[in-house]
T-cell receptor, first 110, second 116 residues
């Protein structure tokens, strides 16, 4: 039972344009959401997060939006850079656990 | 520099053998976690520990065992009972447990286990 879903396995974007990565969840008890970035053969690194009581959080080029009624969150990267090419994981906290989505491969073309 | 060290980075095992993956952190974090990553799937929680000498099963604990004798160390043993052990294993830590207020996990670089 996948409680956190990233329905797009991959996304290709031109350098300088906006990248939008999407994530859907089913468990309304999730109280905190995070995005992680992962390069091949490395561990994921934390990117940005949002509490369930907010609908937007911004950090430089990265903005996360949360729509609780739709159980949907998205990560916007503006402008996209070639160094942003990586796998992006959405994660949600419930109790003692972080539940992760399957990841979306982002390719930023120069 | 503080961080999490996982070793070995690559490991090959014959079927029927147990293998232990090492995870050491110098972040002074109380909580530690083991995740498994398979292609096309999210990270799945194997075991976690919120404090020394205590640990709980995650979602896919069968065929695995852990110990937490020291705060900085959380080794994972993949036993011969694990039916499909080939995967990328990630260790993580947080200052306190997630239910105690921690929001973010810090991950190690991972260990890739291949069963021949």
């Amino acid at each position: 039972d996948q409680q956190v879903k990233q329905n797009s396995p991959s996304l290709s974007v031109q350098e300088g344009r906006i990248s939008i990565l999407n994530c859907d969840y089913t468990n309304s008890m999730f109280d905190y959401f995070l995005w992680y970035k992962k390069y091949p053969a490395e561990g994921p690194t934390f990117l940005i997060s949002i509490s369930s009581i907010k609908d937007k959080n911004e950090d430089g080029r990265f903005t996360v939006f949360l729509n609780k009624s739709a159980k949907h969150l998205s990560l916007h990267i503006v402008p996209s850079q070639p160094g942003d090419s990586a796998v992006y994981f959405c994660a949600a906290r419930y109790g003692n656990k972080l539940v992760f989505g399957a990841g979306t491969i982002l390719r930023v073309k120069s | 520099d503080g961080g999490i060290t996982q070793s070995p980075k690559y490991l090959f095992r014959k079927e029927g053998q147990n293998v232990t993956l090492s995870c050491e952190q110098n972040l002074n974090h109380d909580a530690m976690y083991w995740y498994r990553q398979d292609p096309g799937q999210g990270l799945r929680l194997i075991y976690y520990s919120q404090i020394v000498n205590d640990f709980q099963k995650g979602d896919i604990a069968e065929g695995y065992s852990v110990s937490r004798e020291k705060k900085e160390s959380f080794p994972l043993t993949v036993t011969s009972a694990q039916k499909n052990p080939t995967a990328f294993y990630l260790c993580a830590s947080s200052p306190v447990g997630l239910s105690s207020g921690a929001n973010v996990l810090t991950f190690g670089a991972g260990s890739r286990l291949t069963v021949l």
